[in-house]
């Protein structure tokens, strides 16, 4: 049984920061393959799409959009995830789900960033809200 729980979420005016965190709660047959984790964001009538990953070896892909502004950071000890969005503008709101999958679907970290159904195990979401 594995479990996603991400944290830290909430509202935040534009130009502010906030950190969202993942915690992944798994029996330990589960702990190898929970090595690739990602954030991924959906807004209402958008469609969900990625946002960070970050692989066991510390290398992370971010959307465009969010290069620069956001860090994705892993602890491969905790299992645990954090994603540090500074900067934040009006079109960051959203629900954000973070993700986790076995690190051999994550050998290309931008063509997994562009693909969900690689992923195995999925957060219930924490909402971020950017306001003027």
């Known amino acids: 049984q594995v479990q996603l729980v991400e944290s830290g979420g909430g509202s935040v005016q534009a130009g502010g920061s906030m950190t969202l965190s993942c915690v992944a709660s798994?029996?330990?047959?589960?702990?190898?393959?929970?090595?690739?984790m990602a954030w991924f964001r959906q807004a209402p009538g958008k469609e969900r799409e990625g946002v960070a990953i970050i692989r066991t070896d510390g290398f992370a892909v971010y959307k465009d959009s969010v290069e620069g502004r956001f860090t994705i950071s892993q602890d491969n000890t905790k299992l645990s995830m954090s994603l540090q969005m500074n900067s934040l503008k009006l079109e960051d709101s959203a629900m954000y789900y973070c993700?986790?999958?076995?690190?051999?679907?994550?050998?290309?970290?931008?063509?997994?960033?562009?693909?969900?159904?690689?992923?195995?195990?999925w957060g219930q979401g924490a909402q971020v809200t950017v306001s003027s």
């Open positions: 993700a986790a999958t076995q690190p051999s679907k994550c050998l290309s970290p931008t063509s997994a960033l562009n693909d969900q159904a690689i992923f195995t195990y």
């Open positions: 798994a029996a330990s047959q589960y702990k190898p393959i929970l090595r690739c």
